[in-house]
């Protein structure tokens, strides 16, 4: 979930049925629901990899299994310090 940001907006343009990139630092991962690494991604502390992330959007692409656009935590933050026109 997305709220901690409270001075901010995030735009995130999903289209039905699908996932859309929506930042340059972004990317997907596809995995299943009942995996560690849906635990590690789902938790109230994202990470990935050892490294912190935020989870900006998931689709449901099959039985139990999911695709989601991730930030790294690091990347995430910095876009709303520079006050970057992409957010």
Do not use: W
């Amino acid at each position: 979930m997305i709220d901690t940001y409270q001075n901010q907006t995030i735009k995130i343009n999903a289209v039905s049925g699908g996932i859309v990139r929506n930042y340059k630092d972004s990317f997907f991962l596809r995995f299943h629901l009942k995996s560690p690494l849906a635990e590690q991604l789902l938790d109230e502390e994202p990470r990935y990899s050892k490294r912190k992330v935020v989870v900006l959007q998931l689709v449901i692409c099959g039985d139990m299994e999911v695709i989601a656009e991730l930030m790294f935590k690091s990347d995430f933050d910095e876009l709303f310090e520079r006050g970057d026109p992409e957010c």
